[in-house]
């Protein structure tokens, strides 16, 4: 009796310890199948993303191109003038001043090599010299100051004194803000003078078309 006790024992333990090992084996094979489903799902989701953020992108592409496209159409009505000996090309709105003797300040866009870029324009006529030191603009309250290297010029009785720089990220936000303003002035400070000016509609216009046209180009 003694020695089917032990027997007995001897194979439940056996029994025990092959189901303890089947059941190991089982779990593992559990763990991996909802691992390699998990890791199946996240695949899934991570090629739909892809291909959403390809389609955004091809999309945000596409209307960049036609921006660009439309802007090119719009630069052919401006005025052009072809620098032959370095390659350059500048586009003037049409409305702008032909020569100096004017009050006005616009923008033009400059090109070579199919790159583009911004220059400004400040032209000051009288019958007398400022000798201009620097223009202070007053947009809507908020004072700004330009300064450069002013040129000068005179004839049957007019002076004009001008100011041509390439435009940089603080003077393309100022110029945006003329351009979108409800008040804006300039002040002309000479050595001894000043003289004062409101920016006009049709200057607001220009700066507005201009500005537009090169943002689509870039």
Do not use: C
């Amino acid at each position: 009796m003694k020695k089917f006790f032990k027997i007995a024992v001897i194979v439940f333990g056996i029994m025990f310890l092959l189901f303890f090992i089947i059941g190991l084996f089982s779990a593992d094979s559990v763990s991996e199948s909802n691992k390699t489903n998990t890791e199946s799902a996240t695949i899934e989701v991570d090629s739909v993303q892809i291909k959403k953020d390809i389609k955004i992108k091809d999309s945000l592409e596409l209307v960049k191109k036609l921006k660009k496209e439309s802007a090119e159409k719009q630069l052919k009505r401006f005025k052009k003038k072809v620098d032959e000996f370095n390659g350059t090309t500048f586009y003037t709105d049409t409305r702008a001043p032909k020569y100096t003797n004017v009050n006005f300040i616009y923008p033009y866009i400059g090109e070579k090599d199919n790159r583009y870029w911004l220059r400004l324009r400040f032209q000051y006529k009288a019958d007398d010299w400022l000798f201009i030191k620097k223009g202070i603009l007053l947009v809507d309250g908020d004072k700004y100051e330009l300064t450069g290297s002013w040129e000068r010029d005179n004839g049957s009785g007019d002076i004009w004194e001008w100011l041509d720089i390439q435009v940089n990220p603080t003077q393309l936000q100022i110029l945006n803000k003329i351009a979108n303003s409800e008040s804006a002035k300039i002040r002309y400070e000479g050595t001894q003078y000043h003289n004062d000016r409101t920016i006009t509609a049709k200057e607001k216009s220009i700066i507005k078309t201009t500005l537009e046209i090169f943002d689509n180009l870039n």
